[in-house]
């Protein structure tokens, strides 16, 4: 693809308004030609997406100004065999979990905001350039790092998953949010004293060290530990 003379129409979903002169200043470095859109809700982004003949989408995960529509609800609705708009996810979330479901989604590449220039363009370009997904460097970070959790740190952990009460599962889960003690003590219905006994089981029963490793834990092994959530109420 020639950068200097392509002529395409781009268009950046995020409900942060200040990132989008530095996306823009981005793109333009890669395809200066092109008309960059910028929208902060999956709402507007769909009308967008038909009205301006969007060819590339750059769209964010999450929105805490419209929760209800997020960047899943977006690729469902655009993509379908024979679209002409490729859309990258383009977020903060250095997760497998979310990456994973991303690529299940339709996603044509997966970037993080925190990405060099260089990552940037040539994902951009490559997704523009091909029909088939491209595995970003982003994608091959996160991919890298699951690989070593589950070989290294995590190792005993994932066994030790079976070992949690019910109660305890549960504080796992929702670690993956906050490990506010406050916060989570509201949540279960539970003294923050309760929570505090709850998380001094948790880190021996996973061999995890901290609380912040057992956030870190859930947010990466989410699909494990909700599928051990089910067993258990089926087995109830």
């Not at 990405?115 to 994902?123: G, I, K, N, Q, V």
């Not at 309760?194 to 061999?207: G, P, R």
């Amino acid at each position: 693809m020639n950068n200097q003379s392509s002529e395409i129409n781009i268009l950046i979903i995020d409900d942060h308004t200040f990132l989008k002169e530095g996306v823009e200043s981005r793109i333009k470095q890669v395809f200066p030609s092109a008309t960059c859109f910028f929208t902060t809700n999956i709402k507007g982004a769909l009308v967008k997406v038909i009205d301006d003949r969007i060819n590339l989408v750059l769209c964010d995960l999450e929105f805490d100004n419209d929760p209800a529509y997020d960047g899943f609800y977006f690729i469902k609705s655009v993509i379908n065999p024979g679209a002409n708009t490729k859309v990258i996810a383009f977020t903060n979330y250095n997760s497998y979990r979310i990456m994973n479901k991303a690529r299940k989604a339709g996603f044509s590449s997966y970037l993080l905001k925190t990405c060099s220039y260089s990552e940037f363009s040539d994902t951009l370009v490559n997704v523009m350039e091909r029909d088939d997904e491209y595995i970003s460097i982003s994608m091959k970070s996160i991919l890298k790092k699951r690989d070593n959790i589950k070989t290294s740190m995590f190792s005993d952990s994932l066994y030790g998953v079976e070992n949690l009460s019910k109660s305890e599962l549960e504080l796992v889960i929702l670690s993956a949010k906050t490990t506010n003690r406050h916060e989570l003590a509201k949540i279960i219905y539970r003294s923050a004293f309760t929570v505090d006994s709850l998380y001094k089981k948790i880190l021996i029963k996973l061999n995890i060290k901290s609380r912040k490793e057992v956030q870190f834990f859930a947010i990466e092994f989410m699909d494990e530990l909700l599928k051990r959530k089910n067993q258990s109420t089926l087995d109830m």
